[in-house]
Nanobody
Framework: QVQLLESGGGLVQPGGSLRLSCAASGFTFSTFAMGWVRQAPGRGPEWVSSINTGGNAVYYATSVKGRFTISRDNAKNTVYLQMNSLKPEDTALYYC???????????????WGQGTQVIVSS
């Protein structure tokens, strides 16, 4: 059974930082690209970032480039999203996703976790 369990969300002031983690199980983690997708209230899902199987290639959405950093630890079956210089518009439910392809884009819902909430507000 595939499981993607996100953690690390919370309430943070503008300009602050958070680090999201996603613990994966139920599949061979090192053979999948991983990524993050977010969904703000009343809006559709937005692809945020992707990382390849080896962790040596990444993609970022323009809206987060230079502020967010994706990484992975294949020994721990975990992917991370370091978020710095957070803005109110980063407020969303953040989902960990897995993808058979390393690409920019949103995989099927079956490959999403349950999400962790990030709220950026003063």
């Amino acid at each position: 059974q595939v499981q993607l369990l996100e953690s690390g969300g919370g309430l943070v002031q503008p300009g602050g930082s958070l680090r999201l983690s996603c613990a994966a199980s139920g599949f061979t983690f090192s053979t999948f690209a991983m990524g993050w997708v977010r969904q703000a209230p009343g809006r559709g899902p937005e692809w945020v970032s992707s990382i390849n199987t080896g962790g040596n290639a990444v993609y970022y959405a323009t809206s987060v480039k230079g502020r967010f950093t994706i990484s992975r630890d294949n020994a721990k079956n975990t992917v991370y999203l370091q978020m710095n210089s957070l803005k109110p518009e980063d407020t969303a439910l953040y989902y960990c996703v897995r993808d058979q392809l390393f690409r920019t884009g949103i995989p099927d819902r079956d490959d999403w976790g349950q999400g962790t909430q990030v709220i950026v507000s003063s």
